[in-house]
């Protein structure tokens, strides 16, 4: 049974519908596989027992007895909620997120809670409070971050899908570093109703899988509008798989956008692997053209001060009073607020929370918040303009694959700057999606990124796919 661990969500279906394995069987293979393997990988917060995970679920629907983990920000009910976070250790969750209650409805099977960066401050899963996941293709180097267990899952092959977070690129930057497809939708496609809030304005649930069918199948089952999430867009359920014919659309026009391929610091092999791409992409019939998005080269600052800002309102709630740890220690009430969120929080979400009040505070706000939301309005303008002229865009995902542990110590900012690639997406509501396009020479995975204007998965979706089917990369997998 061990051509399973690294089977897709298409293939499982296959061996389930033949009753050549069972659901449960399904799920004791799994859960061995994280009992044996994760001890060394650390995607995990916690796997559930057996019959626990498969009472969970409905016996049939689109992933019935197809096992799945879900990042430790998304409600679980009555299960373990922290967030990677020793301030809310111990709290359970009351109730399901939409996207969970979904899942459940079409029979996945929820494995259990995948570690990531605290509250999803981070890029590279090192700041969680409990343990710092690794990148299955070499555990000296990060997965990603924030959603850094769930990728690290999936590429392990642990379970064949995960549920992650986007703020500004948590779900696209740990697929690119660990040979996945990840996938952030349009703002308001998928419900965010049971996320703990790191940006509200940014927040998005995104899907990792190792193929582009199972990632169109995952967000099919939790994809549509939900009158629980204001910020929920009026759309139905839809059947994205039904894009993936192998083709892309005549006259497909794609732009190439030059200010991320050849931005200061991107490494040679990813200029490389993304011109590469280009070269397959216009021999399945795409047209591409070079352009330049001036405003994105202030993304990541826009998004370093929106995100911050939006944080220290989020987390304000974290006080020791209606939520997880309390210092018991305090003599006054505003001590007991100031000692647990001293205990509780970790170094990175205090200073971006000291961040984000500085920018809103008086005397500030004109200079800092104001600004950057105006910078974020000309980005969506420029984006809306750009897609009059091309119907895709084109850029690398991250400027360098996997680092090693601990490589940015010395310079937080250059961290921070990992967003640079991914944050517009974020910051101006649209879909992107990550794909696997090479290997460096040494082995370590590099993915490209579509973008497309709103609610346009269907085209990203399709064009990865026809992609996917031209290429190997989808077909490698770490030695786990």
Same mark, same amino acid.
């Given at each position: 049974?061990?051509?399973l ?8 279906r296959t061996k389930?519908?033949?009753k050549e394995i069972?659901?449960?069987e399904?799920?004791?293979?799994f859960?061995k596989r994280?009992?044996?393997h994760d001890?060394?990988i650390?995607?995990a917060?916690?796997i ?14 689109i ?7 879900i ?8 299960r ?12 359970t ?13 079409e029979?996945?099977?929820l ?6 960066d605290?509250f999803?401050?981070?890029s590279?899963?090192?700041? %969680?409070a409990y343990?710092?996941?690794k990148?299955?293709w070499d555990?000296s180097?990060?997965?990603?971050g %924030? ?20 703020t ?6 740990p697929a690119s ?8 939708p349009t703002y ?10 790191y940006?509200s ?14 990632n169109?199948l995952?967000l099919?089952a939790?994809?549509?509008h939900?009158p629980?999430?204001s910020?929920?867009l ?23 956008v ?6 200061q610091?991107v490494e040679?092999e990813?200029v490389?692997?993304v011109e590469?791409t280009?070269k397959?992409?216009e021999?399945l ?10 405003a ?8 370093f ?5 939006e ?9 020791g ?5 309390r ?12 000692n ?8 990175e979400?205090?200073?971006?929370i000291l961040?984000?009040?500085?920018v809103l505070?008086a005397?500030?706000?004109d ?7 105006i910078?974020?309005?000309?980005m969506?303008k420029e ?5 009059k002229?091309?119907d ?7 400027p ?6 601990g ?11 990992q ?11 649209v ?6 396009c090479g290997?460096?020479a ?5 993915g490209f990124?579509?973008?497309g204007?709103?609610l ?5 979706l399709?064009?990865a ?6 290429t ?6 770490a030695?786990?």
């Amino acid at each position: 049974m061990n051509n399973l661990a690294f089977a897709t969500i298409k293939e499982l279906r296959t061996k389930l519908d033949n009753k050549e394995i069972s659901p449960k069987e399904l799920v004791q293979f799994f859960s061995k596989r994280f009992a044996d393997h994760d001890g060394n990988i650390l995607s995990a917060l916690e796997i559930f027992e057996t019959d626990s995970i498969m009472g969970a679920s409905q016996q049939n629907g689109i992933l019935h007895g197809i096992p799945g983990l879900i990042k430790d920000n998304i409600s679980q009910k009555d299960r373990g909620l922290t967030c990677a976070s020793k301030i809310l250790e111990g709290f359970t969750a009351a109730y399901d997120a939409t996207a969970i209650a979904r899942l459940k409805q079409e029979g996945a099977l929820l494995m259990g809670r995948a570690n990531m960066d605290e509250f999803a401050m981070g890029s590279s899963g090192e700041t %969680s409070a409990y343990q710092k996941s690794k990148n299955p293709w070499d555990v000296s180097r990060v997965p990603g971050g %924030s959603s850094s267990g769930s990728a690290a899952a999936v590429a392990a092959g642990f379970v064949p899908w995960a549920l992650g977070t986007s703020t500004g690129g948590s779900v696209r930057q740990p697929a690119s570093f660990c040979n996945l497809v990840g996938l952030k939708p349009t703002y308001g496609l998928i419900s965010r109703y049971g996320i703990v809030a790191y940006g509200s304005s940014l927040d998005q649930i995104g899907v990792m899988t190792r193929t582009v069918y199972d990632n169109a199948l995952v967000l099919s089952a939790i994809a549509g509008h939900d009158p629980k999430d204001s910020s929920s867009l009026t759309v139905e359920k839809n059947d994205y798989t039904q894009s993936l014919t192998g083709k892309i659309p005549n006259g497909l026009r794609i732009g190439i956008v030059e200010n991320t391929l050849y931005a200061q610091g991107v490494e040679a092999e990813i200029v490389s692997a993304v011109e590469t791409t280009v070269k397959v992409l216009e021999g399945l019939g795409a047209k591409t053209s070079r352009l330049k998005l001036p405003a994105l080269d202030y993304s990541a600052a826009t998004y370093f001060i929106i995100s911050r800002a939006e944080a220290a309102s989020n987390l304000a709630r974290f006080d020791g009073v209606r939520y997880g740890v309390r210092n018991k220690k305090a003599g006054t009430l505003n001590d007991m607020y100031c000692n647990t969120r001293h205990d509780g929080f970790g170094a990175e979400v205090k200073t971006r929370i000291l961040i984000g009040n500085y920018v809103l505070s008086a005397g500030y706000a004109d200079a800092y918040y104001e600004k950057a939301k105006i910078v974020q309005r000309m980005m969506t303008k420029e984006f809306l303009d750009a897609y009059k002229e091309v119907d895709l865009l084109i850029m690398p995902t991250a400027p360098c694959p996997a680092f090693k542990f601990g490589a940015f110590d010395a310079d937080k900012l250059q961290l921070d700057l990992q967003d640079y690639f991914t944050c517009a997406a974020n910051l101006t509501g649209v879909p992107a999606i990550s794909i696997p396009c090479g290997m460096t020479a040494s082995g370590l995975p590099i993915g490209f990124q579509l973008y497309g204007p709103h609610l346009s998965e269907e085209l990203m979706l399709q064009v990865a796919y026809a992609y996917e089917q031209q290429t190997p990369w989808h077909t490698m997998y770490a030695n786990v």
